[in-house]
């Protein structure tokens, strides 16, 4: 198939005018006979990959439900997610062997809907002051083995790992498992020297940035100085309207730069379904437009899915081309699936998304066959 008059996303030149073919692949070369698609005014962007949601369609990963972990993959697919990392929660060892077993054989299967790349465990390791929506009953202190196991039981997919490093035993934790997943501080009260402690004993990542951890201040920097002092550190953002104000997403894009920043939609089982009642991680959570609360009034996830929050962020002043690296080209780079996916370069797999000129979705593509898009 050969795409004609669209802009084009190129990770060097941001967007260009030009075609782009596909047979199943990208094509530096296009053959002379099949099928021309005119996407004249849209933008072509690789298939986005969130390696932090939880839920959608009234389905949660963390239930460890084949059919629902099925039903989530072809919905985010629908939504231009060409790849997921579903995020668990802070769970019971059974419940989280559960999840890592549904998540491989639904790997191994080869089941529709978006490729599952990988698992990120976000809990139990984490501060009971800064638990959020998080089961504060069932935290548990920084175990390798249980990692070590869940990994087995996931053949390999769990990618990532939140901690808390002022815990107990968080720092050799990451110093034992840093060159096995990627490990991401979440949840914590770490202030800026134990944050500098943890990223060089081997963590290189933060889970959602600003939220779950002490504020950025003048004289107590916190995780996100750290972060911002530790080249080569990623850092999550959720670009819901509700989690981050506009003014600190440019903030963040300024200071830490495209190329450091993951847009993730961390959301929970009411994306994609009405307002009303939902639960996540056993507890129950009221859905109004896209705020989700706790009983508390604590922020409990988000109904927004990742290309919505392309789109947000957009809308707050965000460079589109800064946007898609930010939900394709980063994440995809994270959990070491960038030299298959994550950009339009010639030999990577099709999987690509058509926006209209307003950033609305128009057609997904996904291994280079259209596939039905969800409103």
Request: one cysteine or more.
């Amino acid at each position: 198939m050969r795409i004609t008059g669209a802009k084009i996303y190129d990770t060097q030149e941001g967007f260009v005018t030009r075609d782009l073919c596909t047979d199943g692949r990208l094509l530096s070369l296009c053959s002379s006979d099949g099928q021309t698609l005119d996407a004249g005014g849209c933008y072509v962007i690789p298939g986005l990959t969130d390696l932090h949601f939880h839920g959608c369609k009234g389905h949660d990963f963390s239930d460890g439900d084949p059919e629902g972990l099925a039903v989530m993959a072809e919905y985010e697919l629908s939504r231009g997610v060409t790849q997921i990392c579903p995020a668990g929660m802070t769970l019971l060892e059974d419940q989280l062997m559960k999840i890592c077993r549904t998540a491989a054989a639904h790997r191994d299967a080869g089941r529709p809907g978006a490729a599952l790349c990988g698992i990120n465990l976000e809990g139990p390791f984490l501060s009971l002051e800064k638990k959020g929506a998080q089961n504060g009953a069932w935290l548990r202190l920084p175990d390798v083995d249980l990692l070590r196991r869940l990994e087995a039981a996931s053949h390999g997919l769990v990618k990532l790992v939140s901690v808390a490093p002022e815990v107990p035993g968080a720092l050799e934790f990451i110093e034992a498992v840093g060159e096995e997943v990627t490990v991401s501080l979440a949840h914590t009260t770490a202030d800026y020297d134990t944050a500098m402690a943890a990223f060089r004993a081997g963590a290189r990542h933060v889970t959602h940035l600003f939220n779950a951890m002490p504020p950025f201040t003048h004289r107590a920097p916190g995780v996100v100085g750290a972060a911002l002092d530790t080249p080569g550190c990623m850092v999550e953002l959720i670009c819901d309207g509700i989690h981050i104000h506009p003014s600190v997403v440019r903030a963040v894009f300024r200071m830490f730069g495209a190329n450091r920043v993951i847009l993730i939609s961390d959301t929970m089982r009411a994306a994609g379904m009405p307002d009303g009642q939902y639960t996540l991680g056993g507890q129950d959570v009221t859905v109004k437009g896209r705020l989700a609360t706790l009983a508390d009034g604590t922020i409990a996830g988000s109904a927004t899915d990742l290309l919505g929050c392309v789109q947000t962020a957009v809308s707050m002043g965000i460079p589109l081309a800064a946007a898609v690296r930010a939900a394709a080209v980063n994440p995809a780079r994270c959990i070491g699936a960038y030299s298959r996916v994550g950009s339009l370069e010639p030999g990577k797999l099709a999987n690509l998304v058509i926006l209209n000129e307003d950033y609305s979705l128009r057609s997904v593509f996904f291994r280079g066959e259209e596939v039905p898009v969800s409103a």
